[in-house]
């Protein structure tokens, strides 16, 4: 059975290659995310200081960003 994902609020603060960030969470934290699909395939664009949402790993060191606020 699937697990719930952590969907967490975060700002990025480094733009990536290949559609990937580095993202600042609210506890000061680090974590790496790339766009969910949607994103691509409507042309969302994210930008530095951006805040969005993103669906972290069981790990918390990855994840997807799933919106942006």
């Given at each position: 059975m699937k697990q719930p994902k952590n969907i967490i609020e975060?700002?990025?603060i480094e733009s990536l290659?290949?559609?990937t960030f580095k993202l600042e969470l609210a506890d000061g934290s680090i974590?790496?995310?790339?766009?969910?699909?949607?994103?691509?395939?409507?042309?969302?664009?994210?930008?530095?200081?951006?805040?969005?949402?993103?669906?972290?790993?069981a790990d918390g060191g990855r994840g997807r960003i799933v919106r942006r606020l």
């Open positions: 975060a700002k990025v290659p290949n559609t974590m790496i995310a790339h766009l969910s699909g949607k994103m691509r395939l409507n042309y969302i664009k994210v930008m530095l200081g951006d805040r969005v949402l993103v669906e972290s790993s």
